[in-house]
């Protein structure tokens, strides 16, 4: 039996709005060249371009290739001794949610118009990356994922970016109790962010909190806009969750939402019910990335 390699691949919005669904207003503007859409022709053929390579990459290699054409399709990595992404940090992230001790490349197939803080080469590089991917010559990562349980049941336990939870509207507000070893906090807010040290970078840095080493076992709460009243101090608006601890939420709200890792994946959330974070048993391994990877800089190959 040959190699066998999964290969997640993004769906453009190119693809999506124009090719598949015809949409007829983003056509218009796409021919008027609006600065809305001027963007999207040429991330779709940069991805394109980087699609042909990661392809023709594969054949030459003589591998058993399983592509799956939609990043939040389901799929069965068992078996396959890697999978690779073709995208960006969202192809990744929904990836990695179906991935368990498999090693992970990802390609940023747009890198003109895609950040990719986790995908460990770009276009150009697939075509000597993969080889050395499959021989186990690439440097690797293994980064901190993050469980989920509400109400004692498991939500998930592969989380590598954050959660999010919120009211189902944006403009309503958010009352949960949040505990934390022996610090119990009643709080309003737009809601709360927590995840592992890989988001650290991404929206819990918007919000305020620290960029945490690839590395770190920790988890990271931030709380969104969180309301004080004068005079009244809260304590864990942006705190650090030691590694073998967890963090604890009841909500105080009917029509709550817990997204995970973006906006794809959610759960609804009521009044009375208990979430619980902590650090997941399941790391993941993700190629192409040094534990030095710093927020800003692009990766290289390596």
């Not at 058993?64 to 192809?91: C, I, K, N, Q, Y």
């Not at 509207?169 to 737009?190: D, F, M, N, W």
């Not at 931030?222 to 009244?232: A, I, Q, S, W």
Request: some cysteine; glycine content about 10%.
């Amino acid at each position: 039996m040959g190699t066998k390699v999964v290969v997640i691949v993004k769906r453009t919005a190119f693809r999506l709005f124009v090719e598949e669904e015809q949409d007829e207003r983003i056509t218009r503007l796409l021919k008027k060249n609006d600065p809305t859409v001027r963007r999207m022709r040429r991330s779709h053929e940069e991805h394109e371009r980087t699609l042909a390579e990661v392809g023709a990459t594969l054949d030459r290699l003589g591998v058993d290739v399983t592509w799956v054409r939609r990043g939040h399709a389901p799929f069965d990595p068992d078996g396959a001794e890697l999978v690779v992404t073709v995208g960006g940090d969202g192809t990744l992230l929904a990836a990695s949610h179906r991935v368990g001790a498999t090693p992970l490349l990802g390609v940023n197939s747009a890198p003109s118009h895609s950040v990719g803080f986790f995908c460990g080469v770009r276009m150009g590089q697939a075509k000597s990356a993969i080889p050395r991917a499959l021989a186990g010559k690439m440097r690797a990562v293994e980064l901190t994922r993050m469980s989920v349980f509400v109400n004692d049941a498991v939500v998930s336990t592969r989380i590598l970016n954050d959660a999010l939870f919120c009211h189902r509207s944006p403009a309503a507000t958010s009352r949960y109790i949040v505990t934390l070893g022996r610090v119990v906090e009643e709080q309003k807010s737009s809601g709360f962010w927590i995840g592992p040290a890989a988001g650290s970078t991404a929206a819990q840095r918007s919000g305020g909190g620290k960029i945490l080493p690839l590395t770190s076992g920790l988890l990271q709460l931030v709380v969104r806009e969180p309301y004080t009243p004068e005079g009244e101090k809260l304590r864990l608006t942006r705190v650090l969750v030691p590694d073998g601890k967890a963090l604890s939420v009841r909500s105080k709200i009917r029509e709550g939402r817990l997204f995970i890792d973006g906006p794809h994946e959610f759960i609804d959330i009521e009044m009375g019910d208990h979430l619980v974070f902590r650090r997941s048993p399941e790391s993941l391994t993700v190629l192409g990335l040094s534990p030095s990877r710093r927020w800003g800089r692009l990766p290289v190959n390596s």
